[in-house]
DNA sequence: AATTTTTACAACCGCTTCACC
DNA sequence: TGGTGAAGCGGTTGTAAAAAT
């Protein structure tokens, strides 16, 4: 059983079968594809590498911006992060993050595991984010009955994004003491986002990730897809109230 | 120019989840 | 309901290339 890097002639050899005999059936496909690798080998070498809508070349800073995002609600879930980005793999969004996005992030002083700023006596930016934040108690939920039409179509009609709660009272009520959060998000065990990430993962309707969506799921793909979008607009609201700056990155 | 260190990313490993029987 | 195999996922490692010394 061969390792280590692929050939051009590997390649070429599982590319072909794959295209011919299409995916699937890993463990067998070595033997039938005439490779002296082991299946899971070639599943990663087709899923990272070989795959016809695999994009080549470096993050788009729209992309990176994306990352960013998707990382603060989602935390290390690469391939649900993957699946918001277009010909990314979830090892190439892995890779990028460990190697540029966390170190950038720690040379903004950021925590890359929490996006909350790094523990620092002379950082001013820890002490000067606001006691109290204004967050929606719930996520957007997806409308029953989206209208393509409305560019809104993931909310409800009576919209959940006007409840507001005062999470340190809640925290209080608890008994704890919410950190000063640069972006105004928490993800505590009844955070914001817990109903929302439920709708990503909870219930195994997220397959449309990573391009699987079958299609009769594209009205369900297509409220996931706006269901997200509001909440980036949203967090960029919340942002900018902290900064005051309309245009501060993350 | 030679050597060492760092960086980037492809590939691997172990575990979990899922589907099927 | 438990067993089994296939596939998926995230953490880690290996290695080639680039940068630094």
Request: proline share 10%.
């Amino acid at each position: 059983m061969k390792r280590g890097p692929w050939t051009p002639e590997e390649d070429e050899a599982l590319a072909s079968y794959v295209r011919l005999e299409g995916e699937g059936r890993w463990r067998t496909l070595p033997a039938r594809a005439g490779l002296r690798r082991c299946g899971k080998s070639c599943r990663l070498r087709w899923m990272n590498y070989l795959r016809p809508s695999i994009k080549r070349g470096p993050i788009a800073p729209d992309e990176e911006d994306i990352i960013l995002r998707l990382h603060r609600l989602l935390g290390n879930r690469w391939s649900l992060i993957a699946g918001r980005i277009p010909g990314r793999t979830d090892n190439e969004i892995k890779n990028y993050w460990n190697t540029h996005l966390s170190k950038k992030l720690i040379g903004q002083g950021i925590d890359p595991r929490t996006h909350k700023p790094l523990p620092s006596p002379s950082a001013p930016s820890a002490v000067a984010a606001p006691a109290v934040y204004v967050i929606p108690r719930h996520p957007p939920r997806p409308n029953p009955n989206p209208n393509p039409n409305m560019p809104d179509g993931c909310w409800t009609e009576s919209s959940d994004h006007d409840q507001l709660i005062d999470v340190n009272a809640e925290a209080a009520e608890a008994g704890e003491r919410l950190e000063p959060d640069l972006f105004g998000v928490s993800f505590g065990e009844d955070n914001i986002f817990s109903s929302f990430l439920d709708s990503l993962i909870g219930d195994g309707e997220n397959d449309h990730i990573n391009g699987d969506t079958p299609p009769d799921d594209e009205q369900f793909a297509f409220v996931w897809e706006k269901d997200l979008e509001a909440h980036l607009v949203l967090e960029d609201n919340a942002h900018e109230q902290f900064t005051g700056d309309p245009d501060a990155g993350i």
